[in-house]
């Protein structure tokens, strides 16, 4: 029990120092998907900022994913994480050849912040990875689930707003996942 606990407060604490460096990717995020969406005229920020958030939230979904099924202690976590390298793998290369017919770069790589936590998941294994790792997919399917919801419904690229609304319920069915997961962890 003293162990969970300590396991519980390192996450908490690693969690909450990138809420900071969260903000930062999104400014960063944002300043790019302006420069993006001044080279497509068609395109507005809020959509490329979109298209930039989608992109790289993928590429961190695969990557954390393949980290899960190599460290994980669960085989349910394991599945699961299976599960989003083979949903997420296809919508990558969507988004990617969205953006490029929209004149934009997909990102290829993770933000700061995943990085950072990719670092600290790296170091783990067992139940410490499971538990650490379900709680950030938790809270990264209930950032992206909102993020394509509200392209969704307020995008302005039909395409890109297209897009948003296929996948979203593939999304919402990860977050429900990931909830029932973390709260067996």
């Known amino acids: 029990m003293r162990n969970r606990l300590r396991?519980?407060?390192?996450?908490?604490?690693?969690?909450?120092?990138?809420?900071?460096?969260?903000?930062a990717d999104m400014g960063a995020n944002a300043a790019r998907s302006s420069v993006q969406a001044q080279t497509t005229p068609t395109l507005s920020t809020t959509d490329a900022t979109f298209l930039n958030m989608a992109s790289m939230s993928g590429v961190a979904e695969v990557t954390f994913a393949r980290l899960a099924v190599k460290s994980s202690a669960s085989p349910a976590v394991r599945r699961f994480a299976e599960q989003m390298i083979a949903d997420h793998t296809p919508a990558n290369q969507q988004v990617t050849?969205?953006?490029?017919?929209?004149?934009?770069?997909?990102?290829?790589?993770?933000?700061?912040?995943?990085?950072?936590?990719?670092?600290?998941?790296?170091?783990?294994?067992?139940?410490?990875?499971?538990?650490?790792?379900?709680?950030?997919?938790?809270?990264?399917?209930?950032?992206?689930?909102?993020?394509?919801?509200?392209?969704?419904?307020?995008?302005?690229?039909?395409?890109?707003?297209?897009?948003?609304?296929r996948?979203?319920?593939a999304l919402q069915h990860h977050l429900e996942m990931a909830q029932s997961l973390s709260a067996r962890q």
Not at 8 to 20: N, P, R, T
Not at 105 to 112: C, E, H, I, L, N
């Open 7 to 23: 396991i519980q407060a390192a996450v908490g604490i690693g969690l909450f120092c990138l809420a900071g460096c969260q903000r």
């Open 167 to 169: 996948l979203l319920p």
């Open 97 to 165: 050849a969205l953006a490029a017919a929209k004149h934009m770069t997909a990102a290829t790589a993770m933000d700061s912040t995943h990085t950072q936590l990719f670092e600290q998941l790296r170091t783990m294994r067992g139940r410490a990875f499971d538990s650490a790792y379900m709680n950030s997919q938790v809270s990264d399917h209930q950032l992206v689930v909102d993020a394509f919801r509200t392209e969704a419904q307020n995008g302005t690229d039909p395409d890109v707003r297209g897009w948003a609304a």
